[in-house]
């Protein structure tokens, strides 16, 4: 073969090998603009293209120990996109779930959303607002990941004991920015029962399943008895004086006995609202306000004297007295050891009072804290 047949081999070769390539090549930069890429050129590639390199200036780069250098594309790529903001939280679980387990999470740190039930409803939205603004974030009612994370770092930071340091420091509003405890989350207030004067069994019909026997303890030896009212499904009203440090809280209901903790408390008031951890309570339906109470009216007490549960007594509201904020109604119905806490009600059935003290030596001077108080 002679060396003009084989130069024409190498160049044959050359075009269909390296003709592909830059077609390729060229396809790609074009399929990459189409798509948004921008591509710029080296400044220090060479002005010819690739075919216009004949034999002749390959042998001289040959002869001269120089090649021809290629610079590599410079390919300009969009920024990543920014992502997108918090979406309501469905992740591997349907929102209801989510709004289940946020509920959930509110009934741990002592909030009141409503039952359980993973329906986003009003109450549970008010109570979402409430801790939002509790933690300082955006007030919506909305549940979503972030919200579920924070509901989660509040309960797990509860269960974790507050390591004390030995050293001494003056506080400083910048150097103790705990979270506040959430207030007790109470139902509005009812209103008044609007039907006719009922009889006293038909009063004790109405409110029995609302009074609880209420049992705090230090010990085995050192127990406590006394009354509560119940004033929506998870909260309770009784005198302070009836739980004061007494550790253990228990509720009979039924034939169960159920754990209760203090919720909120007003010392000088002697009033305070209690908790269970379930829905399993039967709240009142009504209540009256005391200027709306008139002397010589009938007044009826329900609880638990001296342990005997759901005790009914009779009489009239026979004063009202108040003594700087507080309110005391006055009855000649019965009150007795273990009736503190206990409910007094008119004969409409409305929630009145919370039976508190009695005056010894005397008779019938039995006095009860007017109910508004506990939502002061």
């Known amino acids: 073969m002679s060396f003009a047949s084989l130069a024409r081999n190498i160049a044959l070769l050359s075009t269909l090998i390296v003709a592909p390539v830059l077609s390729y090549s060229a396809d790609f930069k074009e399929l990459w603009k189409e798509k948004g890429g921008t591509v710029k050129e080296s400044a220090k590639s060479s002005s010819k293209s690739p075919e216009s390199t004949g034999p002749s200036q390959a042998g001289q780069n040959e002869k001269s120990g120089s090649s021809i250098s290629r610079q590599p594309e410079q390919v300009d790529r969009q920024a990543p996109a920014k992502p997108s903001p918090l979406k309501p939280a469905t992740g591997d679980v349907g929102p209801k779930e989510s709004v ?7 009934w741990k740190l002592g909030y009141d959303p409503g039952p359980i039930d993973g329906v986003l409803g009003a109450q549970t939205r008010t109570v979402i ?18 919200l579920i994370a924070q509901l989660e770092l509040e309960v797990d930071r509860r269960k974790k004991p507050e390591k004390i340091e030995p050293k001494i420091e003056r506080a400083t509003p910048e150097s103790d920015k705990r979270i ?25 019909r109405k ?16 127990i406590s008895q006394g009354s509560a009212v119940a004033i929506s499904p998870r909260h309770l009203l009784t005198n302070y004086h009836v ?15 159920i754990k209760a903790r203090l919720a909120k408390k007003d010392e000088e008031r002697d009033v305070c609202i209690l908790v269970l951890e379930e829905s399993k309570l039967t709240p009142i339906k009504g209540v009256r306000r005391f200027q709306d109470l008139e002397v010589g009216e009938k007044a009826y007490t329900v609880g638990a004297p001296s342990g005997l549960e759901l005790t009914l007594g009779e009489g009239i509201i026979s004063g009202k007295r108040e003594e700087g904020h507080r309110k005391f109604i006055q009855t000649s119905a019965p009150i007795s050891p273990g009736s503190s806490g206990g409910g007094l ?32």
Request: proline share 8%; hydrophobic share 40%.
């Open 100 to 106: 289940k387990r946020v509920q959930a999470l509110l």
């Open 129 to 146: 607002k409430t801790f939002q603004e509790h933690v300082g974030m955006p007030s919506t009612g909305e549940v979503d990941d972030r």
């Open 180 to 204: 506040p405890a959430p207030p007790v989350v109470l139902p509005k207030m009812p209103g008044p029962l609007a039907s006719q004067e009922l009889r006293p069994q038909d009063v004790y």
């Open 207 to 222: 409110v029995k399943d609302s009074v609880v026997l209420l049992v705090a303890a230090k010990s085995r030896k050192e």
């Open 243 to 257: 739980i004061r440090n007494q550790p253990f809280i228990l509720v009979k209901l039924d034939e169960q006995i």
């Open 345 to 376: 009600f008119d004969s409409y059935g409305n929630l009145i009072g919370i039976t508190t003290f009695v005056v010894k030596d005397a008779q019938n001077l039995n006095f009860a804290i007017s109910v508004e108080e506990y939502w002061e």
